[in-house]
DNA sequence: CCACCGTCCTGGCTGC
DNA sequence: TGCAGCCAGGACGGTG
């Protein structure tokens, strides 16, 4: 599923087919995937060019400006539009067609473009979601911090744990405290920082805090590297997993320890780990 | 503040 | 071979 580096990897996909390009005609299918209102989202962008395409956390982000007056400030005196924002969650998937495609089976929206082709937003289980605000910070201000973010520094990752007192597992995946991780890198984090999924932050000794900041940057930054070719092998049900230590993995040997990497449920998530390397208590 | 549960969805897997 | 039933999983809202 879309992580951080899968969508950082559709962003720069996108990013040169999209930027400059305005919206013509918007066709939806599936209603419920536009969050904001399906009616409108029609209404609305055509007309609006994409300035720039960003990502936040696990969103896409496209900032708009209008296509004709290139001075307006999207969302300044009350224009109803300024960002569009797409959440992939499990199955989205992002594609430029050429001009003519027909929708697929799956498309949930399609994107009209200037210059004929098209954008399909296309989601199997109509989990996604798509978002037309003025300002996007009516959808990711909710986010916590950018983990490869030049200020997510050690200290600042301190700052945050400060006061709290919550499962490592549930912690990570909580897009509040920092946005981008979902289970999959969770689990490879955690195992990268050897620490158990179940472990408190308060119990966190200082060194176990340093690992565990490595260990998302670490993991994020090589998942982006890697992500040219193993983003596809996943939606094409290849060797996605050779990247992968431990998540889906269990009774396979830990790559450390050899040890039969377990299985288990936190916070209704699967969960894998290796039960030698990631011991319960701090060590 | 934190944990846990149900909901949304459907392809693919399991088991008979 | 066919098919019923279950599962995964991100985010969110509600409850304990």
Redesign the pocket.
């Known amino acids: 599923?879309?992580?951080l580096p899968e969508v950082e990897t559709v962003v720069r996909r996108l990013r040169p087919e999209m930027v400059g390009r305005a919206f013509a005609q918007v066709r939806v299918t599936?209603p419920?995937?536009v969050a904001t209102g399906a009616d409108q989202l029609c209404r609305t962008l055509p007309g609006w060019r994409v300035a720039a395409l960003e990502r936040r956390?696990?969103?896409l982000l496209f900032a708009l400006a209008r296509a004709t007056a290139g001075r307006a400030v999207p969302g300044d005196g009350g224009e109803p539009a300024g960002a569009l924002l797409i959440?992939l969650?499990?199955?989205g998937r992002l594609n430029v067609e050429p001009p003519g495609a027909p929708a697929g089976?799956?498309t949930r929206v399609a994107f009209d473009l200037d210059d004929g082709r098209a954008l399909h937003f296309d989601d199997?289980?109509?989990?996604g979601?798509v978002f037309l605000v003025p300002q996007a910070e009516a959808?990711t201000g909710?986010l916590g911090p950018e983990p490869l973010a030049e200020d997510f520094t050690l200290a600042a990752f301190r700052r945050l744990l400060v006061?709290?007192?919550?499962?490592l597992k549930?912690?990570l995946?909580?897009?509040?405290f920092l946005?981008?991780?979902?289970?999959?890198y969770?689990d490879e984090v955690l195992y990268r920082a050897r620490l158990h999924p179940l472990r408190?932050?308060?119990t966190l000794t200082p060194e176990e805090t340093r690992r565990l900041h490595r260990a998302i940057r670490d993991t994020l930054r090589k998942a982006i590297e890697h992500h040219g070719t193993s983003f596809d092998w996943a939606y094409a049900?290849g060797n996605y997993q050779e990247l992968l230590n431990v998540?889906?993995r269990a009774g396979q040997p830990c790559p450390r320890c050899g040890t039969p990497v377990v299985?288990t449920?936190?916070?209704?998530?699967?969960?894998y780990y290796c039960p030698e390397c990631q011991a319960r208590a701090s060590r």
């Open positions: 599923m879309p992580e599936w419920r995937t956390g696990k969103f959440h969650r499990m199955t089976r799956f199997v289980r109509k989990f979601r959808v909710m006061g709290r007192a919550r499962q549930p912690l995946l909580d897009q509040t946005a981008g991780l979902g289970n999959i969770a408190r932050t308060d049900g998540y889906d299985r449920v936190v916070g209704q998530r699967g969960t």
